[in-house]
């Protein structure tokens, strides 16, 4: 062979080995895809296989909900029946209803004729309730007036361990007749008995409940729009504070003060029924050394303290003032809103801390001031167009005690001096106003010139005139019984209502408790 020709034969087997090489390659790519396919095919199968499966429990599940609702169906269809033949029976029912329309309209008529006719009697109760509301309190201050402006109540105290007297040296007695029965007291000194007649005498058994009954009508007066006072008198360790404080903390022993004040607030309750708002305010004060005190001031400090100088802690100058009306102010002085018994208890409180107190060797704990309470209050009715203006002051005078009896030396001294002083000016005005003279002094003192309404005016006021049974003190009882008569023997006027009627452009505002 040539070289040539062996030359072309190497070529020509590369070209075929280059061939068989591509078609190797060739046939090697087919075969990836191949197996590509299948695995491709493969995975479809098996996604088949699940989603075949997944549908036929939808189908079977599909089927059952099918079932149950057809059963439901069925169920439904048979309440429906049940359901149209209770329509049924009721439109039956309905019909019978309309049938006793008529009659049953006639009753419903009637019923509301006789309501109507109910209330057409009860609004003609109603005001045959507030005329004869208007009537008792016309009665009640004609009885009032009859009994005298200026009506004098005694009291005697039971006799303490302090006193040292023994049943036999008794002071006191009570006439059982009839006509002194309950208003006769008979003093006796040095065996000689001086007979005294008031308007209610209660001896040393007498409860704070008893006394207060025989005031609660003229307390009733201040609602209905009066001016009323009540004040007590006596020497010292007499019972007055007892009579008009008593001891707040205990039910029965409370006094005049405290049961006047729940009475108030439980009559405005009352009124509210018949159309009364009320609006009270208070307001409480002590004369001291001729000083007027405001105890309801945050400034003042305890009572015990009774020899600081005159305001020394508020600075503020009280001055006492009479409108035209006859009412009574001082200036300055502080006035509390009240619409509760619980505010007044506390002011009450309050007040009692503050007042000036102190020892004496006639009493322990001596009040060295007169207390003034005052309460105002408004009155408006809605219905009846009404306003009326009350006033109710209750007064705790300061005793009296003879300075060689008293013990006192010092500030005791000074105080004993102005409380004799101011209670010797309060009976010049007594004197003055029984003897019916054109002057009455009332200008001689605080405590006559801030009395002077009740004293001299329209007011309807009593005076609790307080005894001790001890012996020893059978001077200074004797006394105020000789004072106490006097005071009964005045003449003051006649009480005057402040009540009017409220114009048509105006509204009182007044709040209830």
């Not at 405290?258 to 009475?263: A, I, K, T, Y």
């Not at 509760?340 to 506390?346: D, L, P, T, Y």
């Not at 000016?425 to 200008?443: G, M, T, W, Y």
């Amino acid at each position: 062979v040539s070289q040539d020709d062996a030359v072309n034969q190497k070529e020509t087997l590369a070209n075929e080995v280059k061939c068989l090489r591509g078609e190797l390659q060739q046939v090697r790519d087919d075969r990836d895809r191949q197996v590509s396919q299948v695995q491709a095919l493969s995975a479809e199968v098996t996604k088949y296989k699940e989603s075949t499966g997944k549908s036929l429990a939808e189908l079977d599940n599909l089927t059952t909900k099918s079932k149950s609702l057809e059963d439901t169906c069925s169920s439904q269809r048979e309440q429906i029946r049940i359901l149209e033949l209770q329509l049924a029976a009721a439109n039956e029912k309905l019909k019978m209803t309309d049938l006793s329309a008529s009659e049953t309209r006639m009753e419903y008529l009637e019923q509301k004729r006789i309501m109507k006719e109910l209330q057409d009697r009860l609004a003609d109760m109603e005001h045959r309730l507030i005329d004869g509301e208007n009537l008792r309190k016309k009665l009640h201050n004609t009885i009032l007036e009859l009994k005298g402006n200026i009506r004098v109540f005694c009291r005697v105290r039971p006799l303490l361990p302090d006193d040292g007297a023994a049943a036999e040296d008794a002071i006191v007695s009570y006439p059982t007749s009839t006509e002194s029965l309950g208003r006769g007291v008979d003093l006796i000194q040095s065996g000689q008995k001086y007979p005294f007649t008031f308007d209610k005498v209660f001896n040393h058994e007498a409860s704070q409940q008893d006394v207060f009954v025989e005031i609660s009508q003229l307390v009733q007066s201040a609602l209905d729009g009066y001016k009323v006072c009540i004040f007590a008198y006596g020497q010292t360790g007499s019972g007055k504070t007892y009579t008009m404080m008593g001891r707040p903390e205990a039910s029965e022993q409370k006094g005049l003060i405290p049961r006047s004040l729940e009475q108030i607030f439980q009559s405005s309750q009352a009124l509210r029924e018949q159309g009364w708002k009320y609006k009270m305010q208070a307001s409480m004060l002590e004369i001291y050394n001729e000083t007027i005190r405001d105890l309801l001031s945050n400034n003042r400090s305890s009572g015990s303290d009774s020899t600081r100088p005159e305001n020394s802690v508020s600075g503020k100058q009280y001055t006492i003032k009479h409108d035209a009306n006859g009412n009574t102010y001082v200036s300055d002085l502080t006035i509390v809103d009240v619409s509760s018994i619980s505010e007044i208890s506390s002011l009450l409180r309050q007040a009692a801390q503050s007042r000036s107190v102190g020892r004496t060797q006639m009493n322990e704990q001596s009040s060295r001031s007169h207390m003034v309470f005052t309460l105002r209050i408004s009155g408006i009715n809605e219905s009846t167009e009404q306003q009326v203006q009350g006033v109710l002051n209750l007064i705790d005078l300061a005793g009296s005690e003879r300075l060689s009896r008293s013990g006192a030396t010092g500030d005791r001294l000074k105080e004993t001096q102005a409380i004799n002083k101011s209670l010797s000016c309060l009976s010049d005005v007594i004197f003055a106003l029984a003897r019916k003279e054109d002057h009455v002094p009332f200008r001689n003192s605080k405590l006559t010139y801030l009395l002077q309404p009740c004293l001299g005016g329209d007011s309807k006021t009593l005076m609790f005139v307080n005894v001790s049974p001890d012996p020893s003190s059978v001077g200074e009882s004797l006394c105020s019984l000789r004072f106490a008569a006097r005071v009964n023997a005045c003449e003051i006027g006649v009480p005057r209502r402040q009540m009017t009627l409220r114009p048509t452009d105006s509204r009182l505002s007044c709040g209830g408790s």
